[in-house]
T-cell receptor, first 113, second 117 residues
Framework: QKEVEQNSGPLSVPEGAIASLNCTYS??????FFWYRQYSGKSPELIMF????GDKEDGRFTAQLNKASQYVSLLIRDSQPSDSATYLC?????????????FGKGTKLSVKP | DTAVSQTPKYLVTQMGNDKSIKCEQNLGHDTMYWYKQDSKKFLKIMFS???????INETVPNRFSPKSPDKAHLNLHINSLELGDSAVYFC????????????????FGPGTRLTVL
């Protein structure tokens, strides 16, 4: 059973702080990794994808991947109240072909003004 | 200019009925998907489909069937609805170009909230 694990939270951080969201996955053959943000009552929207070990930065967001440890994380710098949402980690176990995303259960982030 | 659209947004129906949810994408993507998000917000793949292959999650009851009239549409038909089918159903699509960074990124529709009474 291929699994993606996330701490369900809620994770509460003050405005302006760094929020750190973590995810582990079980399938060592996984090739591509995604972070989605989902506001309550809305659909998941892509924040970032990452394929290679190391860091990938996009604005206030940094994704970190460590395939040896089967670990992917998302850092949100200068957190804003508008970042309050559920963050879904997803792993594609069939990268490059008909995709098969396995989602974690999500971490709920709350940014307090 | 919505990328992935679904209709209806809300669907309330009686147990035992048959219903369909429609999905359309104008991104020119090759693969489309259906997901179910339950009350605990767990998002789980039901089907993935392109013009070559339909992959069915083995846990999906055969009361659920995807129907694709063309590459841009993947509808979900549900027979004999049960209380446990109440959930939000999301359609998604991806380009799935091998070797293209981000090519397997999936883009989601707005969701259909199904309530079975």
């Amino acid at each position: 059973q291929k699994e993606v694990e996330q701490n369900s939270g809620p994770l509460s951080v003050p405005e302006g702080a760094i929020a750190s969201l973590n995810c582990t996955y079980s399938d060592r053959g996984s090739q591509s990794f995604f972070w989605y943000r989902q506001y309550s009552g809305k659909s998941p929207e892509l924040i970032m994808f990452i394929y290679s070990n190391g860091d990938k930065e996009d604005g206030r967001f940094t994704a970190q991947l460590n395939k040896a440890s089967q670990y992917v994380s998302l850092l949100i710098r200068d957190s804003q109240p508008s970042d309050s949402a559920t963050y879904l980690c997803a792993v594609n176990i069939n990268s490059g072909s008909q995709g098969n995303l396995i989602f974690g259960k999500g971490t709920k982030l709350s940014v307090k003004p | 200019d919505t990328a992935v659209s679904q209709t209806p947004k809300y669907l309330v129906t009686q147990m035992g009925n048959d219903k369909s949810i429609k999905c359309e994408q104008n991104l020119g993507h090759d693969t489309m998907y259906w997901y179910k998000q339950d009350s605990k917000k767990f998002l789980k793949i039901m089907f993935s489909y392109n013009n070559k292959e339909l992959i069915i999650n083995e846990t999906v009851p055969n009361r659920f069937s995807p129907k694709s009239p063309d590459k841009a549409h993947l509808n979900l038909h549900i027979n004999s609805l049960e209380l446990g089918d109440s959930a939000v159903y999301f359609c998604a699509s991806s380009q799935d170009t091998p070797g293209l960074a981000g090519g397997d990124t999936q883009y989601f529709g707005p969701g259909t909230r199904l309530t079975v009474l």
